[in-house]
């Protein structure tokens, strides 16, 4: 079995804190506030593309439909993966720089990226299994997360 580097989180965070610096630990938080903020449009999306399900039925926009609601989840976890997976892989690779040479900005990354593979592969690279299993996850997700919300009304 594989030697673990460290015993827990706690060890690796101290560890990194202690050997490289504070400052390594919040390395490519930048990219991972501009990734973040495309998902707005992910609850938004996926809000309304279930109120839409749902009026199709005839039913009040706020009752609870299960179908809908993995229907919306699923598209709307594509589509949120698909704008904002360009940013998570700069972010990446922000991240994994070794911790001892000076960061990248994003667009020096960027530009690497661009000259690494033709028509900008490289910002998409895994992208394909990465929506694959948005579909799924996100469908859950949503099912699971308007059950706790009547289970809540139920309180």
Same mark, same amino acid.
């Given at each position: 079995a594989p030697v673990a580097l460290y015993k827990n989180s706690l060890a690796c965070f101290v560890n990194v804190a202690q050997n490289q610096g504070p400052r390594t630990l919040f390395r490519g938080m930048g990219m991972t506030w501009v990734r973040d903020?495309?998902?707005g449009q992910?609850?938004?999306m996926y809000e309304w593309l279930k109120r839409s399900f749902i009026a199709r039925t005839g %039913?009040? *926009?706020? @009752?609870?439909?299960?179908? %809908?609601? *993995?229907? @919306?989840?699923?598209?709307s976890g594509l589509v949120g993966w698909a704008m904002a997976y360009p940013v998570d892989a700069i972010k990446t690779r922000i991240q994994a720089q070794p911790a001892k040479l000076p960061p990248l900005?994003?667009?020096e990354v960027a530009r690497q990226m661009k000259a690494e593979m033709p028509q900008y592969k490289a910002f998409t690279r895994g992208l394909g299994l990465t929506l694959l299993r948005s579909v799924p996850v996100n469908m859950v997700?949503?099912?699971?997360?308007?059950w706790v919300l009547e289970l809540r009304k139920q309180l």
């Open positions: 903020i495309t998902y992910y609850f938004g %039913a009040d *926009a706020d @009752a609870s439909n299960p179908l %809908a609601s *993995a229907i @919306a989840g699923g598209m900005s994003a667009a997700t949503f099912v699971v997360y308007e």
